[in-house]
């Protein structure tokens, strides 16, 4: 079964890390999520609160959780 996108529909990207501050993902992972191996886009959700956190120590002004909406 393939791995769901865990895009939520934010699609704004943070400056400095250059991570999308809805998904937590580079533009790369987003733009090849659909040809990404399922092991590969397991690693990419798991780095989500890692990445997170990071955003959230170098961008303090965004929200620290981001609102759910279903995936597309």
Same mark, same amino acid.
């Given at each position: ?19 999308? $501050?809805?998904?937590? @993902?580079?533009?790369?992972?987003? !733009? ?10 397991? =690693? $990419?959700?798991?780095? @989500?609160?890692?990445?997170?956190? !990071? ?10 959780? =981001? ?6």
């Amino acid at each position: 079964m393939a791995v769901k996108s865990p895009c939520i529909d934010v699609c704004a990207f943070d400056g400095k890390s250059i991570l999308c $501050v809805g998904c937590f @993902r580079t533009l790369d992972e987003i !733009r090849g999520w659909k040809k990404m191996a399922d092991h590969r886009r397991h =690693q $990419v959700i798991n780095d @989500r609160a890692r990445r997170q956190a !990071r955003l959230q120590r170098e961008s303090p002004a965004l929200p620290s959780e =981001q609102p759910r909406t279903p995936d597309t």
